[in-house]
């Protein structure tokens, strides 16, 4: 079983950065994409951006431009960093991992516990 722990979440003014790290118990390079999810109450989880093992990126468009992610599989763990946020950004954001080269919600193999980001404007 995979566990995937989740740090970095916290209060940020509007504007503000935070990156967010997912730590893996088991080798990224040999897990097919890794990805982040958000979760706003009342709201239902929407993907925010994932990478394949090859590299390549996609991105939600409500993040383009202000959100990267990436990893780094020496340590296996994957980033995401997230500059200019919005209050629209306040959420649970989860970390997944999915047997496939792109994520959806119904093929994520493997979730983290999440961890909180709030926006005040």
């Known amino acids: 079983q995979v566990q995937l722990v989740e740090s970095g979440g916290g209060l940020v003014q509007a504007g503000g950065s935070l990156r967010l790290s997912c730590a893996s118990s088991?080798?990224?390079?040999?897990?097919?994409?890794m990805g982040w999810y958000r979760q706003a109450p009342g709201k239902q989880r929407e993907l925010v951006a994932y990478?394949?093992?090859?590299?390549?990126?996609n991105y939600a468009d409500s993040v383009k431009g202000r959100f990267t992610i990436s990893k780094d599989n020496a340590k296996n763990t994957v980033y995401l960093q997230m500059n200019n946020l919005k209050s629209e950004d306040t959420a649970v954001y989860y970390c997944?991992?999915?047997?496939?080269?792109?994520?959806?919600?119904?093929?994520?193999?493997?979730w983290g516990q999440g961890t909180q980001v709030t926006v005040s404007s």
């Open positions: 088991r080798s990224i390079a040999s897990i097919n994409a």
């Open positions: 990478i394949t093992s090859s590299g390549s990126t």
């Open positions: 997944a991992g999915a047997r496939f080269l792109s994520i959806t919600i119904q093929n994520v193999a493997y």
